[in-house]
């Protein structure tokens, strides 16, 4: 049976980074997205994603952001060496240099960076996914449904190493769990703060997540 809704400590979980702290973030304003290195077939099956993801959050997908222009970009490519390539990529993302070579050396196929708004909200994500051998194997579908669940929350750096975000439907097909569905909602409510990094944040969003059983 797939659960629907999680625990305080499980919710907590989610949010706790690797240094021990809590920090959950939600954006603070439409995402305008825009997606290198794909054919138009993937850019569809991308937006498609992020729109439904949006829909379940209660967040507009938008054309253009009034300050940034974009302010999600997804990079899809072949090797990391590729960023540094890329101009102005380094004015964006900073110590990009440095953040190649890490990830080169750690033999990464993804890597999301975030900036933040004054209220701590999210304001830009830059997402890079490497298509190594492992990737390519992997769906269109479930490789943007995938990433646009990980871009539409900060989560913590652990969230999902020992459990994916999704599961396989019936037909094979890759789902949003449930009750990350639930959180994803339940993130969203108005009612709480765009950004905590009080552990107690996590009792209120599994609050709101039993409320709606």
Request: with cysteine.
């Amino acid at each position: 049976m797939i659960e629907t809704t999680l625990s305080a400590d499980a919710v907590s979980a989610l949010f706790t980074r690797s240094d021990g702290s809590y920090l959950c973030a939600r954006w603070g304003r439409p995402i305008a997205p825009v997606v290198f290195g794909v054919d138009d077939a993937t850019l569809g099956t991308m937006k498609g994603a992020l729109q439904a993801v949006c829909t379940l959050a209660g967040l507009e997908l938008a054309e253009t952001d009034p300050e940034l222009g974009a302010n999600l970009m997804v990079f899809f490519f072949r090797d990391w060496q590729e960023l540094v390539e890329t101009p102005n990529l380094d004015r964006l993302v900073p110590d990009l240099g440095p953040l190649v070579a890490r990830l080169t050396a750690a033999d990464a196929n993804q890597y999301r960076f975030f900036r933040f708004d004054a209220a701590g909200g999210i304001k830009a994500a830059f997402v890079f996914v490497r298509m190594d051998a492992a990737m390519a194997q992997v769906p269109a579908a479930t490789i943007a449904l995938a990433q646009a669940v990980q871009t539409i929350l900060l989560w913590s750096d652990t969230a999902f190493t020992d459990r994916s975000a999704l599961v396989a439907a019936p037909t094979g097909d890759a789902l949003l769990r449930p009750d990350i569905a639930a959180v994803i909602r339940a993130a969203y409510d108005p009612v709480l703060p765009v950004a905590a990094t009080d552990p107690s944040h996590a009792l209120r969003l599994a609050a709101r997540m039993e409320a709606v059983q």
